[in-house]
T-cell receptor
Framework: GNSVTQMEGPVTLSEEAFLTINCTYT??????LFWYVQYPGEGLQLLLK?????DKGSNKGFEATYRKETTSFHLEKGSVQVSDSAVYFC??????????????FGQGTILTVHP | GAVVSQHPSRVICKSGTSVKIECRSL??????MFWYRQFPKQSLMLMAT?????????EQGVEKDKFLINHASLTLSTLTVTSAHPEDSSFYIC????????????FGSGTRLTVV
């Protein structure tokens, strides 16, 4: 079956530091990949996505590249801000088969950015 | 665009009562909606897939009779927690599909249920 593995947190950084949150996946087909962000007490917001190999998703300074050869979709940001403190979820969406339409989430990584 | 409204955001109920949570797609039609449960500091667990006009499909281990799902229209799905108990206390989140499929889903803001 499909699975998503994220680096364990929590991750604590100082403002303007470089961020990497690792994400690897296992899928039977050709999934689309996503990063979602969840702020305290809220639902999930789509941060960025990539639908095929070598695609790069980007938004608000965050980037992630769909690497089929390493089955990875690592999230990066060059300079984090305090407002980036949240929980980040990597997810995959299977485009076919029995898991069609279902999002599979990683376990989430808590990011805390200090001034 | 692509807004999903979830209501209520917080609810406290007594043990044994039922609670209804609504999920509405405000500016698009959603043939499929999903219901998740999230425990503190954990990931989202898919509970069920709700299809407009048909019965919901529940994930293994989720009690159909406890978590009643109704998807009566293309813009509304409801989750009713029946005979709630303290162990049902959790954060419930809905999401709706917005074509094309690989767009990813739009999530509601979640409902914090506390059963006392």
């Amino acid at each position: 079956g499909n699975s998503v593995t994220q680096m364990e947190g929590p991750v604590t950084l100082s403002e303007e530091a470089f961020l990497t949150i690792n994400c690897t996946y296992t899928a039977t087909g050709y999934p689309s990949l996503f990063w979602y962000v969840q702020y305290p007490g809220e639902g999930l917001q789509l941060l960025l996505k990539a639908t095929k190999a070598d695609d790069k998703g980007s938004n608000k300074g965050f980037e992630a590249t769909y690497r089929k050869e390493t089955t990875s979709f690592h999230l990066e940001k060059g300079s984090v801000q305090v407002s980036d403190s949240a929980v980040y979820f990597c997810a995959l969406l299977e485009g076919g088969g029995t898991s069609y339409g279902k999002l599979t989430f990683g376990q989430g990584t808590i990011l805390t950015v200090h001034p | 665009g692509a807004v999903v409204s979830q209501h209520p955001s917080r609810v406290i109920c007594k043990s044994g009562t039922s609670v209804k949570i609504e999920c509405r797609s405000l500016d698009f039609q959603a043939t499929t909606m999903f219901w998740y449960r999230q425990f503190p500091k954990q990931s989202l667990m898919l509970m069920a897939t709700s299809n407009e006009g048909s019965k919901a499909t529940y994930e293994q281990g989720v009690e159909k009779d406890k978590f009643l799902i109704n998807h009566a229209s293309l813009t509304l799905s409801t989750l009713t927690v029946t005979s709630a108990h303290p162990e049902d206390s959790s954060f419930y989140i809905c999401s709706a599909d917005r074509p094309p499929l690989n767009y990813g889903y739009t999530f509601g803001s979640g409902t914090r249920l506390t059963v006392v």
